[in-house]
């Protein structure tokens, strides 16, 4: 039987999803829940492997086993070994011809930007930070070049694995919220550091250190030397993992993000 699981997790305090031997990831705390509800060792594929302290509002992942239990027995019975930064939000069981990476035809993230003079420690983790003004306008228009299917190579990280750097970018959107700007990225897939890095570069562009036309230039490059740094995990979200809708997976839990009336 294979089992498919919505997950959220608080990234702040882990290295990221994929397990690791020295130090904690969530796929390793998820595991060893896993073992300790069902007595066997339960070995997970993730959709998306986030990054150390990014998190995630809709993380999916899926497991086979021999054990029959009811979906709400997994929710709540995984729940009961985790810690208060992971939690199942819905079980399903699913065919075999599902799969959690594979099978995705798209992902959402999204970024949430304090901007401020002064750094607030309400927000360390949850939010990234500028201390800055920041020109929304001039990074809207640089987004806009990166909409469609392009090489994404001067985004992406030298450990990327990806077999390949052209990714299919369907939207970037970026909206003033008060003291936040808030960006949403969606794409078929995307690469190792992509967000962080296509993030450097707007809050460049931002600052008004580049043009946005910028954006074109840096894409066209094809070289992770001309990008800006990468910018920090802490405000960024793996909202939404799109799947064929003959799963009839749930929808993730979107409420529960902070700021979700932005996207509402």
């Known amino acids: ?53 990014v998190h995630a509002l809709g993380q999916v992942i899926h497991f086979d086993t021999d054990l ?21 939000q819905w079980s399903k069981p699913v065919s075999e011809a599902f799969h959690a990476r594979f099978g995705a035809f798209e992902r959402t993230y999204y970024y949430v930007l304090y901007v401020h003079p002064v750094r607030s420690p309400m927000l360390v ?14 990074m809207r228009a640089a987004a806009a070049h990166w909409v469609g299917a392009h090489d ?5 990280s030298s450990e990327c694995q990806a077999k390949t750097p052209i ?11 008060g003291a936040f700007i808030h960006f949403r990225f969606r794409a078929n897939a995307f690469l190792h550091h992509m967000v962080r890095n296509l993030m450097g570069c707007l809050i460049t562009i931002g600052r008004g250190r580049q043009p946005p036309e910028w954006a074109v230039e840096v894409l066209a490059a094809r070289d992770r030397r001309a ?38």
Request: aromatic share 14%; hydrophobic share 40%.
């Open 167 to 177: 990714k299919h970018m369907r939207q970037i959107d970026v909206e003033a919220h």
């Open 227 to 264: 990008a800006s740094p990468t910018f920090m995990p802490d405000g960024l979200y793996l909202a939404k993992v799109g799947y064929p809708a003959e799963y009839e997976l749930p929808e993730p839990n979107l409420k529960s993000y902070p700021w979700s009336e932005v996207w509402s």
């Open 68 to 88: 029959n239990r009811e979906p709400f027995s997994w929710v709540r019975g995984v729940n009961a070994f985790l810690p208060p930064t992971i939690a199942i």
């Open 152 to 156: 994404f190579t001067s985004f992406r």
């Open 125 to 138: 983790g949850r939010a990234g930070w500028v201390y800055m003004p920041l020109d929304v306008e001039a």
């Open 1 to 53: 039987m294979r089992i498919a699981l919505g997950l959220q997790y608080d990234g702040s305090a882990f290295y990221g999803w994929q397990s690791q031997s020295d130090v904690k990831t969530v796929q390793d705390e998820l595991e060893r829940a896993l073992k300790g509800f069902a007595t066997v060792r339960l070995p997970t594929v993730v959709a998306g492997r986030t990054d150390t302290g």
